[in-house]
């Protein structure tokens, strides 16, 4: 066995497979939001995607071990955005050390979330997940650990900006946080349920920075 | 025909009907939390309840419309129990006019959740019923108005409440109670999902009192 060659091949066999475990995640996530995730079967996974099931098990070894990873690579999706939003619209507003007015803060968390991927997709899939957690003990642990693992992310991220604008929260900072990620989600599912197709960032712009607001107080 | 026995009969036939569609109704909410309201038919609610699917379509046009009314049981229990937390906890509190200190405030609350029915199968069932509303637009625009009215309902008191201890919100208010709505919802699922057997007032005597203070000032 040449082992060289196989060294060689390998950055190629791993971007293919990347490649694979893409296509697979992308129409894995449109089968979970159209037909919802006990209806989804591997083979519709498989045949949207155009591979066969074997491609499915060489790269996961259960619909839920995918589902996992869809939800890991949406969760950093996210994460990614807000951290772009933060560095682009927060952090030149407070570059010169002068304090935000309430006004500034309203519009620099306006500008955030019009980053932020507006996917009605997600937030039904993630329902779906929930749903399914409660009632199965073997992904629940797991589950619980994606979603507090997500809220601690993003406080992280959130309590620095907040800090860097001179604000912080009033009461428990992940408490905080997790009610302002309920009400962005409970606002995509009202607007689904509407068939309200304006943008996320034009929903939610007179809510979040107001119970943004709300909950702070100035350093 | 004899109308004047129809009538007499009247009175002991609704009675029936009332215990026959509680049966439903209570069987429903087991076997759609159980199950989920997809996978759960026709037959499995009547067979729970003791009743033939004569005895099922004579109260009930569908399983939508059983469903319907059994969140509207439910939606009337939580109001009827919020109610009398009021007028059982906060009523005798203000009512020598003096002003509340955040203490009793937090005390208040903590007592009034305390009254609330501690039913994960409640949230279970309001989640299945959210995700099937979002992909079937027969039923989208009814569960909508229901769950507005359910805001409403719950708005008209909480502002009472504050108003009658000289608080207001610092927001919109239907906005607020949304958010504290959710906060509930939210923390039933973590405790479904952590395994938590923590009575409702337990896990929310820390959260709820602080949220609701973070979101309103004195009069």
Same mark, same amino acid.
């Given at each position: ?35 919802? +995730?006990?209806? /989804? =079967? ?14 499915? *098990?060489?790269?996961?070894? &259960? ?44 519009? $620099? ?26 009632? @199965?003990?073997?992904? =629940?642990?797991?589950?619980?650990? *994606?979603? @507090?693992?997500? +809220?601690?992310?993003?406080?992280? $991220?959130? +309590?620095?900006?907040?800090? &860097?604008? &001179?604000?912080?929260?009033? $009461? ?6 997790? +009610?302002? /990620? ?13 068939? @309200? ?23």
């Amino acid at each position: 066995m040449d082992t060289t060659a196989l060294r060689e091949d390998a950055p190629v066999d791993s971007a293919r497979r990347q490649k694979t475990r893409a296509r697979l995640l992308d129409a894995a996530f449109e089968i979970f939001a159209e037909h919802g +995730v006990h209806a /989804a =079967s591997v083979e519709m996974i498989t045949e949207a995607a155009g591979f066969t099931r074997g491609a499915f *098990y060489s790269n996961f070894s &259960s619909k839920n071990e995918l589902f996992f990873a869809l939800m890991e690579r949406e969760k950093s999706l996210r994460i990614e955005q807000l951290n772009e939003g933060v560095a682009q619209f927060l952090a030149p507003a407070v570059g010169g050390g002068a304090a935000l007015g309430d006004d500034a803060v309203v519009e $620099i968390i306006t500008k955030v979330l019009e980053l932020q991927s507006d996917d009605r997709r997600w937030w039904l899939v993630q329902s779906e997940f929930q749903l399914l957690a409660m009632r @199965d003990p073997e992904i =629940s642990a797991g589950f619980l650990e *994606y979603q @507090d693992g997500f +809220v601690r992310e993003l406080t992280t $991220i959130v +309590v620095e900006a907040l800090t &860097s604008a &001179s604000l912080r929260f009033t $009461i428990d900072a992940e408490e905080a946080v997790r +009610v302002i /990620a309920e009400l962005c989600a409970n606002a995509e599912a009202r607007a689904l349920l509407a068939g @309200d197709e304006r943008k996320l960032s034009e929903r939610l712009s007179a809510s979040v920075p107001a119970i943004m607001l709300a909950l702070t107080e100035r350093l």
